[in-house]
Nanobody, 125 residues
Framework: QVQLVESGGGLVQAGGSLRLSCAAS????????MAWFRQAPGKEREFVAY????????YYAGSVRGRFTISGDNAKTTLYLQMNNLKPEDTAVYYC??????????????????WGQGTQVTVSS
């Protein structure tokens, strides 16, 4: 299994930037796909972006496309989310997720088996 630990969250003004990191340990060589999700208070966890390691393919939710960038190192040990031009509606707990094989939908919670504990991002207006 893979263990995930997020970091890099914090408080930022609207229009600012943050970079989140997700450190992966354990059986990282078997990682097939990793993603970022977020959950605002009183709302369901929602998809932000994913990356498929073998193809280098990425995909973003419409609400963040053009502002956020997902990336990682070749060893699959660190996942990043560069967030630019942040908006108050981006405020949420951000979670890193992974799966070691093709499973479910890449943009759904059910498509991942391992989750980090989350990191808080707060964007002030």
């Amino acid at each position: 299994q893979v263990q995930l630990v997020e970091s890099g969250g914090g408080l930022v003004q609207a229009g600012g930037s943050l970079r989140l990191s997700c450190a992966a340990s354990g059986r990282t060589f078997s990682n097939y796909r990793m993603a970022w999700f977020r959950q605002a208070p009183g709302k369901e966890r929602e998809f932000v972006a994913y990356i498929i390691w073998s193809y280098g393919a990425t995909y973003y939710a419409g609400s963040v496309r053009g502002r956020f960038t997902i990336s990682g190192d070749n060893a699959k040990t660190t996942l990043y989310l560069q967030m630019n031009n942040l908006k108050p509606e981006d405020t949420a707990v951000y979670y890193c997720a992974s799966v070691d094989a093709l499973r479910g939908s890449a943009s759904s919670v059910g498509g991942y088996t391992q989750w980090g504990q989350g990191t808080q991002v707060t964007v002030s207006s």
